[in-house]
């Protein structure tokens, strides 16, 4: 099982510390392997110290990348954060 | 194996794992371990542990701002870069290939991502490198072992590591688990080594960079005698020092034989020997060591566990050390704070001069309250056992007489409330000031004796700071001007036929004691786990010789010519 998704990184402060820690958080209920893709740059969506390594700043565009049985489920989930986040308030 | 050389302050080897009381500030060393399947498994181990506890520490502070969002997603955060698989894989590999420290792999191994996040070009993200840092920090601590206040809790006995200890912290340490103090800061005559040397714990001071080259858990062997700490010894310097340990322990049984016999010159000079003490329950250790009572009892510790003590907490003290003296002498020194023993009771703050400043025998005249709550306590002991009392610091005859006058102002209380007391107790004052002891023979007709405190007189007539360890080689006790003040001190007492003893540091040696009897000096004052040796000393010479000793010694013009002569006559110092 495949599924791809393009999301768009739209805070004012990158894709740092506070979403990617949410981003873990949130992938943490699915088995799939998830990566995040930034031109040439690709990382493991499931590690805070490799999201905020890739250093994304606000309008960088990303394309998740989930291998897995339940990718599908766990794209939709990660786009819908992508879109729905708001920097400052977090998920729970 | 890393050989370091510190100053000596308190005899014996220790052997053993070292604890590291301070981490803030620490610099990780690049270490290693031998590679040895037991050593890297030992280490994995270590790092293990410290992941754990800092993983338990997170979920607590996250739990407790579960309201915050903001924080708590942020210590989220942080554990999970420490739970990362990635991170966790590039540690241990360090360890595991490269042989290196938990300390230092993970030190490695978080600048590095450190600096991928710093060399990134946006503003926000470089500055997130602070994170990381924390991060480390967070690990290290764990690693290095902990707080102060898990000291409380040591299962195992350590040798202790710190920049320095303050006698509050030196109160709170288990002592029966600890092998041996190494601290960064210090002298002969710091509290740390004073503190050693009565319980008879080996010691080495002014270790510079103790802290950062020794950490938890490194095997480190201590020579308190020759001021020698090896770090990581091999097996043949081990087996060198672990026979010098045996050595010495059958030394101690030897002197155990001499426990019973008089404390006298070969030619019949009786001397007497009694302990320094700073808390009650020492008083046994000083008795099991033949002490014939207590020259010293420093009351500053009643005012750690309790800061604003009151009457019955001194009264309670000194009747706890009177039990065990069974008879004997007890000599109490009336509130002797300095900065240097500060407590944090508030007043020191912002002196620029502790030393000269508002100190011991001062702060009490500033506090009436506080010095007659201990004198009301010393005068009711001294109707339950052989109770003295001594003012220290005493710079002039009108700062005796006024001492004098708050406790006649104290008898005359207790007499009008009908509580006992012994009304003909003897008061003394320590001669620790030049002036004091260039006055002596005024002093000397108000008081029933003198006891010569050397730690202070040096430090003062010399002006040296003894902590400050730029000047610390000047603090010589072999100094002309020292031993003129003490001579003069003896002499004026011996006209005027009253008591003089010493309880500084100075009699504790043994090149310094004899001397010291050929002055005229017949009572000591000194730490318990040296009483037997002294006395070794004692009925091994002739009151004879030591005069002559004392009069070469009178006779040397610089500090080096005096040091010279005590090394021939006594071998190496």
Partial sequence: ???????????????????????????QKYTCDVKLMQDQAICNAK????????????????????????SQKAVEALKAFFDDYEDEDALW | MDIKKGIPVSLGVAIGEAFL???????????????????????????KNSVEKAISELLE???????????AVLFMGHRFIIEDPGIQEEIIEKIEQFYYTAEYAVSHIMHKHSYTLKSLPNDYHSKRSIDLEDIENRLLKHLLGGQRENLCNLKNPVIL??????????????????????????GRTSHTAIVARTKGIPAVVG??????????????????????????????????????????QLRQEKLKTILNLPVETIDGYTITLRANIEEPSEVKLAMQNGATGIGLYRTEFIYVNEPDPQEENHLEAYRTALKDLKGNKLIIRTLDFGADKAFGLEDFAGEKNPFLGCRSIRLCFEKPDLFKKQLRAILRASSIGDVEIMFPMISSLEELLRAKAILEETKQDLSKENISYNKSIKVGMMIEIPSSAITADLLVKEVDFFSIGTNDLIQYTLAVDRINQRVAPLYKPAHP????????????????????????EMSSESHYLVPLMGLGLREFSISSSILLSAKEMIRKITMRRAKEIAQNLLGCITHEEALDYLNKEFGSI
């Avoid at chain 1, 905020?52 to 990348?65: K, M, N, P, V």
């Avoid at chain 2, 502070?61 to 924080?71: A, Y």
């Avoid at chain 2, 020794?214 to 081990?238: E, Y």
């Fill in chain 2, 21 to 47: 009381l301070d981490h803030e500030g620490y610099r990780i060393p690049k270490r290693f371990i031998s590679n040895t399947p037991e050593s890297i498994e030992r280490e994995k181990e270590r790092y």
């Fill in chain 1, 1 to 27: 099982m495949e599924a791809r998704a393009k999301a768009t990184v739209r805070w004012r402060a990158g894709l740092h510390i506070r979403p990617a820690t949410c981003i873990v958080k949130l992938l």
């Fill in chain 2, 207 to 248: 270790l510079n960079a103790a802290t950062s080259q020794i950490r938890t858990g490194d095997i480190v062997v201590v020579d308190g005698g020759k001021g020698i700490v090896i770090i990581d010894p091999d097996t043949s310097t081990l087996e060198k020092y672990r026979l010098q340990q045996k050595k010495e």
């Fill in chain 1, 47 to 70: 590690s805070v110290i490799q999201i905020i390594s890739l250093g994304a700043e606000c309008g960088t565009s990303l394309i998740i990348d989930a291998r897995g049985e339940d």
């Fill in chain 2, 161 to 186: 590591v710190a920049k320095d200890l303050t006698p509050s912290e030196t109160v709170i340490l288990p002592q029966d688990r600890i092998l041996a103090f190494i601290t960064e800061i210090g």
């Fill in chain 2, 61 to 71: 502070i996250e739990e407790k701002n579960k309201s915050n969002k903001d924080i």
């Fill in chain 2, 481 to 504: 001007a020292i031993f003129r003040l003490i001579k003069r001190v003896i002499d004026i007492a011996k006209e005027n036929h009253i008591k003089v003893s010493m309880c500084g």
